[in-house]
């Protein structure tokens, strides 16, 4: 799923079969970033390429997190438990922007494959984690970035 190159071009990053994993440009060293059970999607490259933010989804909701481009532990960097979607670093690095949405309104949607257009939140928060902020409700324009 939507396959993104790191800031140098040398490594991409991507979700399949519900995980992170990376690989060199040229398809090789494929390996999974994190060890979780939490399905892992739409990850991002900070500009410096040190860092890969991406968001989670489980039975309990959603998060944001980011991981090493090498692999490792990653941070949870949201404190709510809701539905987040193509998270994106800040050019500077210092915050993360997303959309948000209740985590509810994932639960009660029709298909697995539809989007929640109306109804989300374009919010910021550091890069190192904490309290996100509203910056405006996106009324369905799509991707932050």
Do not use: C
Request: glycine residues 14%.
């Amino acid at each position: 799923m939507e396959p993104t190159t790191s800031p140098d071009g040398k490594t991409v990053a991507f979700s399949a079969f519900g995980h992170l994993y990376a690989a060199s440009s040229d398809g090789s060293g494929v390996h999974r970033l994190t060890s979780g059970d939490e399905r892992e999607y739409q990850p991002s490259w900070s500009a410096d390429g040190k860092r890969i933010v991406y968001v989670t989804w489980g039975a309990n909701g959603g998060a944001i997190k980011t991981v090493d481009p090498a692999g490792g532990s990653p941070a949870t960097l949201t404190q709510v438990a809701a539905f987040y979607r193509d998270p994106v670093f800040s050019p500077d690095g210092q915050h993360i922007y997303a959309l948000h949405a209740p985590k509810q309104e994932r639960f009660e949607m029709e298909s697995e494959f539809g989007r929640l257009e109306g109804g989300l939140d374009l919010i910021e928060l550091p890069a190192s984690g904490g309290a996100s902020r509203i910056v405006l409700p996106s009324r369905g324009t799509g991707r932050p970035h």
